[in-house]
């Protein structure tokens, strides 16, 4: 392993205000001990393969392309373009249409140096973690086995350990077999520059139980005392130089399920609904997308309304898609989110709620949309990179995780749209301990007394967004 070796370990769909040192008490000293962003979010939508993407690449959806967890794709025209399934990321793969942005595979590959992925997520999303993964021979341990895996990665692992065992929730078994398999195989096999190791919990979880449930609770704390393994193992001396948690997104409430998600009128054109939806209009005019904005403000469902024009500027009644930086070429026409409740006033896991799609039952946790309960994320860090004991209140995102990491590793950024978080890393470049300057400003639009709001933030002229919420006739619960 070369300087700045990193393990980027994620916990999915942990809300940053639900670690505690009761539920989580590895990962709260972790968090007190390095380096913690204290205002770290996800993207938009926060839907996990959009998540895993963002993260990989350095960049938003508005710049690697995919734009959803799923949507309408040109290599699928007429049925929905899903980022869960190989056989669809593969199709987009072949076409040269998945990604527009360079990943960190390639650029270990570039670089001449090693790179594994250790997975209990999906198979579309642990494709995302390293998607040319295959290609460029780099490991890859999934618990869906192949084709994600890499065979051999898969035979050794199964030698070692015996049969992956089977899907659960909380993702008990799956995870510590996982978190045994990026210790005892992955690392003396492969010793990875980089690794990334992905929880799929408090996610699966929290999903089924609800955000507070006792059972999701179980898997906080079962996730956490894997994470106390693989610290163990570290401070024994082994694996990276670096390790850097994070988590994805986190989760609300889901309160109410859409009877039917036949809720776009048929003339409008294609839809694809969710946490976060949208619709590929058979006439993209501007006219039409007026027409199609004024009528979802009027929906009870509608929670915030993106549509731009030719131009990149905002259809009436609407936040333009680079508000969310999810400007982009195969992205929707129109895209909204479901109603949610306001997290400007008042916001925690006890409070935070939503409409919901599909596929949970009410109480269930959700996410997708904008809600500052679905963005506030995890993110720490601790090895010689970083520096100890520090809280930073600097914003930073998803996409500003692997500008640091090969920042540390001392390799090149470009290509990527993320801030290395320089304030946070020690050493002899000038530009490290130094925090940028913050701007803070809040977008709005209002249309048929329907209101909405989205709070960001600049640095260096690049915007992350905080949160975003409605009010007026968009007010949850009117
Ligand atoms: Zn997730």
């Given at each position: 392993?070369?300087?700045?070796?990193?393990?980027?370990?994620?916990?999915?769909?942990?809300?940053?205000?639900?670690?505690?040192?009761?539920?989580?008490?590895?990962?709260?000293?972790?968090?007190?001990?390095?380096?913690?962003?204290?205002?770290?979010?996800?993207?938009?939508?926060?839907?996990?393969?959009?998540?895993?993407?963002?993260?990989?690449?350095?960049?938003?959806?508005?710049?690697?392309?995919?734009?959803?967890?799923?949507?309408?794709?040109?290599?699928?025209?007429?049925?929905?373009?899903?980022?869960?399934?190989?056989?669809?990321?593969?199709?987009?793969?072949?076409?040269?249409?998945?990604?527009?942005?360079?990943?960190?595979?390639?650029?270990?590959?570039?670089?001449?140096?090693?790179?594994?992925?250790?997975?209990?997520?999906?198979?579309?999303?642990?494709?995302?973690?390293?998607?040319?993964?295959?290609?460029?021979?780099?490991?890859?341990?999934?618990?869906?086995?192949?084709?994600?895996?890499?065979?051999?990665?898969?035979?050794?692992?199964?030698?070692?350990?015996?049969?992956?065992?089977?899907?659960?929730?909380?993702?008990?078994?799956?995870?510590?077999?996982?978190?045994?398999?990026?210790?005892?195989?992955?690392?003396?096999?492969?010793?990875?520059?980089?690794?990334?190791?992905?929880?799929?919990?408090?996610?699966?979880?929290?999903?089924?139980?609800?955000?507070?449930?006792?059972?999701?609770?179980?898997?906080?704390?079962?996730?956490?005392?894997?994470?106390?393994?693989?610290?163990?193992?570290?401070?024994?001396?082994?694996?990276?130089?670096?390790?850097?948690?994070?988590?994805?997104?986190?989760?609300?409430?889901?309160?109410?399920?859409?009877?039917?998600?036949?809720?776009i009128p048929a003339e409008f054109g294609r839809a694809s609904i969710g946490s976060f939806s949208g619709i590929?209009?058979?006439?993209?005019?501007?006219?039409?997308?007026?027409e199609v904005v004024d009528w979802l403000v009027q929906q009870d469902f509608c929670g915030l309304v993106f549509?731009?024009?030719?131009?990149?500027?905002?259809?009436?009644?609407?936040?333009?898609?680079?508000?969310?930086?999810?400007?982009?070429?195969?992205?929707?026409?129109?895209?909204?989110?479901?109603?949610?409740?306001?997290?400007?006033?008042?916001?925690?896991?006890?409070?935070?709620?939503?409409?919901?799609?599909?596929?949970?039952?009410?109480?269930?946790?959700?996410?997708?949309?904008?809600?500052?309960?679905?963005?506030?994320?995890?993110?720490?860090?601790?090895?010689?990179?970083?520096?100890?004991?520090?809280?930073?209140?600097?914003?930073?995102?998803?996409?500003?995780?692997?500008?640091?990491?090969?920042?540390?590793?001392?390799?090149?950024?470009?290509?990527?749209?993320?801030?290395?978080?320089?304030?946070?890393?020690?050493?002899?470049?000038?530009?490290?301990?130094?925090?940028?300057?913050?701007?803070?400003?809040?977008?709005?639009?209002?249309?048929?007394?329907?209101?909405?709001?989205?709070?960001?933030?600049?640095?260096?002229?690049?915007?992350?967004?905080?949160?975003?919420?409605?009010?007026?006739?968009g007010a949850w619960g009117k």
């Open positions: 392993m070369t300087t700045g070796s990193t393990l980027l370990l994620t916990f999915d769909g942990l809300r940053r205000d639900r670690v505690s040192a009761e539920l989580m008490p590895n990962l709260f000293r972790f968090m007190a001990e390095g380096c913690n962003f204290l205002n770290s979010r996800s993207i938009f939508p926060s839907e996990t393969r959009v998540a895993v993407t963002s993260t990989m690449t350095g960049s938003p959806p508005g710049a690697h392309g995919v734009v959803a967890n799923q949507f309408i794709h040109a290599v699928r025209p007429n049925e929905l373009f899903r980022t869960s399934e190989w056989e669809d990321l593969e199709l987009a793969a072949q076409a040269g249409q998945l990604l527009d942005c360079q990943t960190m595979g390639e650029r270990m590959a570039r670089a001449g140096r090693t790179m594994a992925v250790v997975s209990t997520a999906t198979r579309g999303a642990s494709r995302m973690m390293n998607s040319s993964a295959h290609v460029l021979g780099q490991p890859v341990f999934s618990v869906h086995g192949m084709p994600v895996s890499t065979p051999d990665v898969h035979e050794a692992v199964v030698a070692q350990l015996g049969e992956i065992p089977p899907a659960d929730a909380p993702n008990s078994a799956r995870v510590t077999y996982a978190t045994t398999a990026l210790m005892d195989v992955i690392y003396p096999r492969h010793k990875p520059d980089f690794c990334i190791f992905w929880m799929n919990e408090p996610d699966t979880s929290s999903h089924k139980f609800g955000v507070l449930g006792v059972e999701t609770e179980l898997a906080q704390r079962m996730a956490d005392e894997n994470f106390g393994r693989i610290m163990a193992w570290w401070h024994a001396g082994n694996g990276p130089e670096n390790i850097v948690v994070m988590s994805d997104h986190g989760q609300i409430t889901g309160h109410a399920q859409l009877e039917t998600l036949d809720i590929y209009l058979d006439d993209a005019s501007n006219a039409r997308k007026a549509a731009s024009d030719a131009e990149g500027e905002a259809i009436p009644g609407a936040l333009p898609w680079s508000s969310v930086r999810n400007d982009h070429a195969r992205g929707a026409d129109v895209g909204f989110t479901l109603s949610a409740t306001n997290c400007n006033d008042t916001w925690g896991p006890d409070v935070d709620g939503c409409i919901f799609a599909a596929w949970i039952t009410p109480g269930g946790g959700m996410h997708g949309g904008l809600n500052r309960g679905e963005l506030s994320t995890v993110l720490a860090a601790q090895g010689p990179a970083y520096r100890r004991a520090f809280q930073s209140d600097v914003p930073c995102w998803l996409p500003d995780i692997i500008p640091t990491v090969l920042t540390t590793m001392g390799l090149t950024t470009e290509g990527s749209e993320g801030r290395p978080l320089v304030e946070a890393l020690v050493g002899d470049d000038p530009r490290f301990g130094r925090m940028p300057a913050v701007e803070t400003r809040t977008l709005s639009a209002e249309r048929h007394g329907h209101e909405q709001y989205l709070r960001q933030w600049v640095i260096e002229g690049k915007t992350i967004v905080d949160y975003g919420w409605t009010e007026g006739t």
